[in-house]
C-alpha cells in the first residue's frame, strides 16, 4: 500500500528515536562504573511499545560488539533474549536469529538462557481479558501467527545446533524442566509435545530421550483417567443430554425431528484428563505415521506415500526401549500402550518383532516375575485383539506359550512335592495359561472357519485337557469371565470338559498361600496384575478412529452359552464387547480384563508442521 508514494508495509529506513549513545560506547563507560547509559539502554529494550526498526537497530549493535558481552552482562543478555522477536516481521526475526548465532558461536556462557528462551515459545501464551478491574477469561493464545511462530523456533534451534554442535546435551534437560503441568489445558499439551516431536527430525540423537519424556508424561494422564472413570463421565454426559432434549421436547412443539436419522456425535472426551490424553495419544500416532510413510497422506487406515523400512525400524526400537522401561512395568495403563499397537500395524515383521520380544520376556527366568506376567498379558492381549496378526502367527504363538506351560507342568511333577495353587510362585505359568485361553476364545473362529477338520485338529494337538487338568489348576485362578467362555467354547468342540473342575473349583474356599512378608501362611490369593488385559477397548475418541480398523471387539457368541455358575455371574450382552459384563472379581488373585470401543474417522495433524486448529476430519 502506497500513499504519497510510501510503502508502509516495508520495515521504515527512517531513523529511530533513542536515548544514550552507542552500545559500544554504553559498555566502555559501564566497564568504567558510569552506569547510567547503561540502565537506560536496558529500560528502552523493556519498552512494551518498541518497534521493528528499534529492535533491528539494536541487534545490529550487540552484534557488532558480541565478543565483549561476557558473563558480566548476564541481565542484559536476559533483556535482550526477552526481546518479543516473534510475531514481528521477517527482517525482525532475521536479525534476531543472527544475533543468536553470533552470541552463542562467541559466548557459549549463555548458551542454556538460548535455548530456555527458544523452549519458553513452545506453547502459546496465555491470555487474560479483564473486566471493571476483574479476571474474566484466561485461555490459550489461538493468534494466527502460532505456527509460524513455532517454525521461527526452530529455526532458531537448528541455528544453535549449527554453531555449537553439544547443543543436545543441555537441551534434553531444558525440556524435560519445561515440560507444562500435566493439569495444563489441551491445547497448551498439544503445541508442546508437537515441537517436542519436531526435534526429533533434525535431532535424532536424543529422539529416544524425548519419546521417553513424552511417553512418560502420557501414562501420568492415563493412570488419572481410569476406565471405569472414563466410562461414568460418558454416560453421565449421556443422561445429561438426554434428560435437556426431554426438557426442550416439553417447551417446544418440534414438526420434524432433525436428528432422528443423523444423531450428532462429538468427539470431545467428557473426561477432562481423558480428553488432554486423546489429544496428545492424537499427536503421538500422527508422528509415527509421518515418521513411517514419507510423504504419506492417511485417509480410513489408507496410507499413500512410500513406506520407509529403514526409518521405521529405528522407530520400532526407540519406542520399544521405553516400553520396556515405563510401559511394560505400568499397571493399569489403558491406552499409552497402542502406541506400539498402532505402529506394529504397518508391517506384520514389526507385529511378529513385538510378540518375539514379548515371547523373550516371558521365559527369561532372571526376570522380575511381575515382568513376566505383564509380558504374557501383554501376549495373549495382542494376539486376540490386533486383527492385523494372520491366524499363521497366532498357532506359532501358541505353539511356543502351550509348549511352554507343558514343561513348567513336568517340572513341578518331576519335584516330587505336593504343588498347591499359588499365584505368588507360579504367576508367570498362570498369565500364560490365561494368554492362551483368552487367544483361543477370540481366534477359535478363525481357526475353524476355513478348515474345521485342520482347525479341530490343531486345538486337540495342544493338549489343553492336561493344562486345566493339572495339580496348578490355572482354572481356579484365571478371571471367571475367560474360564467360563473357554469352557463353552472347548466344550461345544469336544476339545475340553472343564466344567466338572469349575464345580469343584467354586466349592472350594480359596488358597492357602505363603504371606509375602514371611511368618505364618494366610488365605489369599494375591496377583499384581489383577484385571489388567492390555490391549483392552480403546476409549479415547479422536485417537481411537486411528485404531478402531484395527481392533478385534468382542463378537457375541449367541450359539455358545457360558457355564451357569453359583456366583451368579451374567452372560454376555448385546452390543457390549465384555463377554461378562460389569463382572467384577471376588479374590484378589483372579487375573482379568475389562472393555469397551468406540468408532469414526480420524485425520491426523502432521508432526512435522504447527498442530492445527483442530484434528477433527470435518465429515
Same mark, same amino acid.
Given at each position: 500500500?502506497?500513499?504519497?508514494?510510501?510503502?508502509?508495509?516495508?520495515?521504515?529506513?527512517?531513523?529511530?528515536?533513542?536515548?544514550?549513545?552507542?552500545?559500544?560506547?554504553?559498555?566502555?563507560?559501564?566497564?568504567?562504573?558510569?552506569?547510567?547509559?547503561?540502565?537506560?539502554?536496558?529500560?528502552?529494550?523493556?519498552?512494551?511499545?518498541?518497534?521493528?526498526?528499534?529492535?533491528?537497530?539494536?541487534?545490529?549493535?550487540?552484534?557488532?560488539?558480541?565478543?565483549?558481552?561476557?558473563?558480566?552482562?548476564?541481565?542484559?543478555?536476559?533483556?535482550?533474549?526477552?526481546?518479543?522477536?516473534?510475531?514481528?516481521?521477517?527482517?525482525?526475526?532475521?536479525?534476531?536469529?543472527?544475533?543468536?548465532?553470533?552470541?552463542?558461536?562467541? %559466548?557459549?556462557?549463555?548458551?542454556?538462557? !538460548?535455548?530456555?528462551?527458544?523452549?519458553?515459545?513452545?506453547?502459546?501464551?496465555?491470555?487474560?481479558?479483564?473486566?471493571?478491574?476483574?479476571?474474566?477469561?484466561?485461555?490459550?493464545?489461538?493468534?494466527? @501467527?502460532?505456527?509460524?511462530?513455532?517454525?521461527? !523456533?526452530?529455526?532458531?534451534?537448528?541455528?544453535?545446533?549449527?554453531?555449537?554442535?553439544?547443543? $543436545?546435551?543441555?537441551?534434553?534437560?531444558?525440556?524435560?524442566?519445561?515440560?507444562?503441568?500435566?493439569?495444563?489445558?489441551?491445547?497448551?499439551?498439544?503445541?508442546?509435545?508437537? @515441537?517436542?516431536?519436531?526435534?526429533?527430525?533434525?535431532?535424532?540423537?536424543i529422539r529416544r530421550d524425548i519419546l521417553e519424556l513424552i511417553i512418560g508424561k502420557l501414562l501420568k494422564l492415563d493412570v488419572n483417567a481410569s476406565r471405569t472413570h472414563i466410562e461414568e463421565a460418558e454416560e453421565n454426559r449421556v443422561q445429561t443430554q438426554k434428560a435437556e432434549e426431554q426438557?426442550?421436547?416439553?417447551?417446544?412443539?418440534?414438526?420434524?425431528?432433525?436428528?432422528?436419522?443423523?444423531?450428532?456425535?462429538?468427539?470431545?472426551?467428557?473426561?477432562?484428563?481423558?480428553?488432554?490424553?486423546?489429544?496428545?495419544?492424537?499427536?503421538?500416532?500422527?508422528?509415527?505415521?509421518?515418521?513411517?510413510?514419507?510423504?504419506?497422506?492417511?485417509?480410513?487406515?489408507?496410507?499413500?506415500?512410500?513406506?520407509?523400512?529403514?526409518?521405521?525400524?529405528?522407530?520400532?526400537?526407540?519406542?520399544?526401549?521405553?516400553?520396556?522401561?515405563?510401559?511394560?512395568?505400568?499397571?493399569?495403563?489403558?491406552?499409552? %500402550?497402542?502406541?506400539? &499397537?498402532?505402529?506394529?500395524?504397518?508391517?506384520?515383521?514389526?507385529?511378529?518383532?513385538?510378540?518375539?520380544?514379548?515371547?523373550?520376556?516371558?521365559?527369561?527366568?532372571?526376570?522380575?516375575?511381575?515382568?513376566?506376567?505383564?509380558?504374557?498379558?501383554?501376549?495373549?492381549? &495382542?494376539?486376540?485383539?490386533?486383527?492385523?496378526?494372520?491366524?499363521?502367527?497366532?498357532?506359532?504363538?501358541?505353539?511356543?506359550?502351550?509348549?511352554?506351560?507343558?514343561?513348567?507342568?513336568?517340572?513341578? /511333577?518331576?519335584?516330587?512335592?505336593?504343588?498347591?495353587?499359588?499365584?505368588?510362585?507360579?504367576?508367570? &505359568?498362570?498369565?500364560?495359561? %490365561?494368554?492362551?485361553?483368552?487367544?483361543?476364545?477370540?481366534?477359535?473362529?478363525?481357526?475353524?472357519?476355513?478348515?474345521?477338520?485342520?482347525?479341530?485338529?490343531?486345538? %486337540?494337538?495342544?493338549?489343553?485337557?492336561?493344562?486345566?487338568?493339572?495339580?496348578?489348576?490355572?482354572?481356579?485362578?484365571?478371571?471367571?469371565?475367560?474360564?467360563?467362555?473357554?469352557?463353552?467354547?472347548?466344550?461345544?468342540?469336544?476339545?475340553?470338559? !472343564?466344567?466338572?473342575?469349575?464345580?469343584? @473349583?467354586?466349592?472350594?474356599?480359596?488358597?492357602?498361600?505363603?504371606?509375602?512378608?514371611?511368618?505364618?501362611?494366610?488365605?489369599?490369593?494375591?496377583?499384581?496384575? /489383577? $484385571? &489388567?488385559?492390555?490391549?483392552?477397548?480403546?476409549?479415547?475418541?479422536?485417537?481411537?478412529?486411528?485404531?478402531?480398523?484395527?481392533?478385534?471387539?468382542?463378537?457375541?457368541?449367541?450359539?455358545?452359552?457360558?457355564?451357569?455358575?453359583?456366583?451368579?455371574?451374567?452372560?454376555?450382552?448385546?452390543?457390549?464387547?465384555?463377554?461378562?459384563?460389569?463382572?467384577?472379581?471376588?479374590?484378589?488373585?483372579?487375573?482379568?480384563?475389562?472393555?469397551?470401543?468406540?468408532?469414526? @474417522?480420524?485425520? $491426523?495433524?502432521?508432526?512435522?508442521?504447527?498442530?492445527?486448529?483442530?484434528?477433527?476430519?470435518?465429515?
Open positions: 500500500m502506497e500513499i504519497d508514494g510510501r510503502d508502509f508495509l516495508k520495515t521504515p529506513s527512517v531513523k529511530t528515536v533513542r536515548f544514550g549513545g552507542s552500545v559500544a560506547e554504553t559498555l566502555e563507560k559501564h566497564k568504567h562504573g558510569d552506569s547510567s547509559d547503561y540502565e537506560l539502554l536496558k529500560h528502552q529494550l523493556v519498552d512494551p511499545e518498541i518497534k521493528d526498526a528499534q529492535i533491528i537497530n539494536w541487534l545490529q549493535e550487540f552484534r557488532t560488539c558480541v565478543t565483549h558481552l561476557t558473563k558480566d552482562h548476564e541481565q542484559l543478555i536476559y533483556t535482550i533474549l526477552r526481546l518479543p522477536w516473534l510475531g514481528r516481521s521477517q527482517a525482525v526475526v532475521d536479525e534476531y536469529l543472527a544475533f543468536l548465532g553470533n552470541l552463542v558461536s562467541a %559466548q557459549t556462557v549463555y548458551l542454556c538462557a !538460548c535455548l530456555n528462551m527458544v523452549v519458553s515459545h513452545f506453547t502459546p501464551k496465555r491470555v487474560t481479558i479483564c473486566e471493571g478491574g476483574v479476571d474474566i477469561s484466561d485461555s490459550d493464545d489461538e493468534d494466527e @501467527n502460532l505456527p509460524r511462530n513455532f517454525d521461527h !523456533c526452530h529455526q532458531a534451534l537448528q541455528l544453535i545446533i549449527r554453531y555449537v554442535p553439544s547443543t $543436545s546435551r543441555f537441551l534434553m534437560p531444558i525440556l524435560q524442566e519445561s515440560f507444562p503441568f500435566i493439569q495444563k489445558s489441551s491445547r497448551t499439551l498439544e503445541c508442546y509435545v508437537h @515441537n517436542l516431536l519436531r526435534i526429533t527430525v533434525y535431532i535424532p540423537s426438557s426442550e421436547e416439553c417447551l417446544f412443539d418440534m414438526d420434524e425431528d432433525v436428528s432422528a436419522d443423523e444423531p450428532t456425535r462429538t468427539t470431545v472426551m467428557a473426561h477432562p484428563v481423558a480428553e488432554r490424553l486423546d489429544t496428545l495419544m492424537a499427536v503421538l500416532m500422527a508422528y509415527i505415521k509421518d515418521i513411517c510413510y514419507v510423504d504419506g497422506r492417511c485417509r480410513k487406515q489408507l496410507f499413500i506415500g512410500s513406506f520407509h523400512v529403514e526409518r521405521t525400524k529405528e522407530l520400532y526400537r526407540d519406542l520399544l526401549t521405553v516400553f520396556d522401561k515405563l510401559i511394560l512395568p505400568t499397571h493399569a495403563s489403558c491406552h499409552v %500402550q497402542y502406541t506400539l &499397537f498402532y505402529l506394529c500395524s504397518f508391517k506384520p515383521a514389526l507385529a511378529e518383532a513385538f510378540l518375539d520380544h514379548l515371547w523373550k520376556i516371558l521365559q527369561n527366568p532372571s526376570l522380575p516375575a511381575v515382568l513376566r506376567q505383564a509380558a504374557a498379558g501383554y501376549l495373549g492381549s &495382542f494376539l486376540a485383539r490386533a486383527k492385523f496378526i494372520p491366524l499363521s502367527t497366532v498357532w506359532a504363538c501358541l505353539d511356543l506359550l502351550i509348549s511352554w506351560i507343558h514343561q513348567y507342568i513336568d517340572s513341578q /511333577d518331576s519335584c516330587g512335592k505336593q504343588v498347591c495353587c499359588d499365584v505368588s510362585l507360579h504367576g508367570p &505359568f498362570y498369565t500364560s495359561c %490365561q494368554a492362551v485361553f483368552y487367544t483361543i476364545i477370540f481366534r477359535h473362529r478363525a481357526m475353524l472357519e476355513a478348515n474345521m477338520k485342520k482347525g479341530l485338529e490343531y486345538l %486337540q494337538s495342544l493338549n489343553l485337557e492336561r493344562v486345566v487338568m493339572c495339580q496348578l489348576n490355572p482354572l481356579r485362578v484365571c478371571l471367571p469371565s475367560i474360564t467360563n467362555m473357554f469352557a463353552a467354547i472347548t466344550r461345544k468342540y469336544q476339545v475340553v470338559f !472343564c466344567y466338572t473342575i469349575i464345580e469343584r @473349583n467354586n466349592r472350594c474356599v480359596l488358597p492357602v498361600v505363603r504371606s509375602s512378608a514371611g511368618g505364618d501362611c494366610v488365605t489369599t490369593n494375591t496377583n499384581p496384575l /489383577d $484385571s &489388567f488385559f492390555p490391549f483392552d477397548p480403546y476409549l479415547l475418541k479422536r485417537s481411537g478412529q486411528l485404531i478402531e480398523p484395527l481392533y478385534q471387539v468382542w463378537d457375541d457368541l449367541l450359539d455358545t452359552e457360558p457355564f451357569p455358575t453359583k456366583r451368579g455371574q451374567q452372560g454376555s450382552r448385546e452390543d457390549e464387547d465384555d463377554f461378562l459384563y460389569g463382572e467384577t472379581p471376588q479374590a484378589e488373585g483372579i487375573v482379568g480384563l475389562t472393555p469397551n470401543s468406540y468408532d469414526s @474417522n480420524f485425520r $491426523s495433524p502432521s508432526s512435522l508442521g504447527s498442530p492445527p486448529n483442530s484434528l477433527q476430519r470435518p465429515f
